[in-house]
């Protein structure tokens, strides 16, 4: 069965603290790998990585892909308050008629001021 | 630019009532997955469509069916519905092929008394 271990659950961080989220996965026939960032509602897309190694990047956020190790980071630097959010992290399969995204659990990030 | 569209946003039904839940998805996106999540749960996958046909099933109930019309839009229809369906339903919708990065819906918010 496909599975995506996120971890911490939680975290609760001062502002301008820098946070590392961890995502690990076992997905047969692995394709990508997703980070979300969920607030009240919808997830919202951030980052998609396919290749390992190369950091893809968006303002204070990074995130890196290691297909060997079967894991991902999502890095976020100086945190701010706009950042309290669940962050997801989802896998992705290929092959055949199967196709479907399988979602960690989710780290539930706090930023105080 | 055009995002996944839901309806309605809100569904108050009662038990063993039934219900329909519909996705627009992005234009020329060829893929809709269902999801459900539960308050402080992960988003847990249901079903998929690929050109049409379903692609792949995961947890959804025999009460629950679904389907992708020609036009790509979805519908799942959910029957004898009980209370612990209760739950955020989102829809997303990707590219099979070249871009496999899933875009959300806002998501229907499903209370079932």
């Known amino acids: 069965e496909d599975k995506v271990v996120q971890s911490p659950l939680s975290l609760v961080v001062h502002e301008g603290d820098t946070v590392t989220l961890n995502c690990s996965y076992e997905v047969t026939n692995f394709r990508s790998l997703l980070w979300y960032k969920q607030e009240k509602k919808a997830p919202t897309f951030l980052f998609m990585l396919t290749s390992s190694g190369i950091e893809k990047k968006s303002g204070r956020l990074s995130s890196i892909l290691d297909k060997k190790e079967l894991f991902s980071i999502l890095n976020i630097t100086a945190t701010q308050t706009g950042d309290s959010a669940v962050y997801l992290c989802a896998a992705t399969n290929s092959g055949g008629s199967n196709y479907k995204l399988t979602f960690g659990k989710g780290t539930l990030l706090t930023v105080n001021p | 630019a055009a995002g996944v569209i839901q309806s309605p946003r809100h569904l108050i039904k009662e038990k063993r009532e039934t219900a329909t839940l519909k996705c627009y998805p992005i234009?020329?996106?060829?893929?809709v997955y269902w999801y459900q999540q539960g308050p402080g749960q992960d988003p847990q996958f249901l079903i998929s469509f690929y050109e049409k046909m379903q692609s792949d099933k995961g947890s959804i109930p025999d009460r629950f069916s679904a389907q992708q019309f020609s036009d790509y839009h979805s519908e799942l229809n959910m029957s004898s519905l009980e209370l612990g369906d209760s739950a955020l339903y989102f829809c997303a919708s990707s590219f099979r092929t070249g871009h496999p990065e899933a875009f959300f819906g806002q998501g229907t918010r499903l209370t079932v008394v």
């Open positions: 234009p020329r996106h060829d893929t």
